[in-house]
């Protein structure tokens, strides 16, 4: 991914957990952990986000979570 721009969607933990339903506090944990969770940053020392991260971290595990179809 290219480095965010003034276009781009950045949004706060509060925000990511109220699109995903996700406690802040998981959210939390999963940047401490690592590798888990959408993709943040830091702006200023606050946490923050992508909008598009999100969205691909979303459709990321809807795809890992998809049962397949009866043939």
């Given at each position: 991914m290219t480095a965010p721009t003034s276009r781009d969607e950045i949004l706060t933990t509060g925000d990511v957990s109220a699109i995903t339903?996700?406690?802040i506090?998981?959210?939390a944990g999963w940047?401490?952990?690592?590798?888990?969770?959408?993709?943040?940053?830091?702006?200023g020392?606050?946490?923050?986000y992508l909008r598009a991260d999100v969205d691909a971290w979303l459709a990321e595990a809807y795809a890992?979570?998809?049962?397949?179809?009866?043939e």
């Open positions: 339903k996700v406690p506090k998981t959210l940047r401490h952990v690592g590798g888990v969770g959408p993709r943040s940053f830091k702006l020392g606050l946490v923050r890992a979570t998809e049962r397949r179809k009866p």
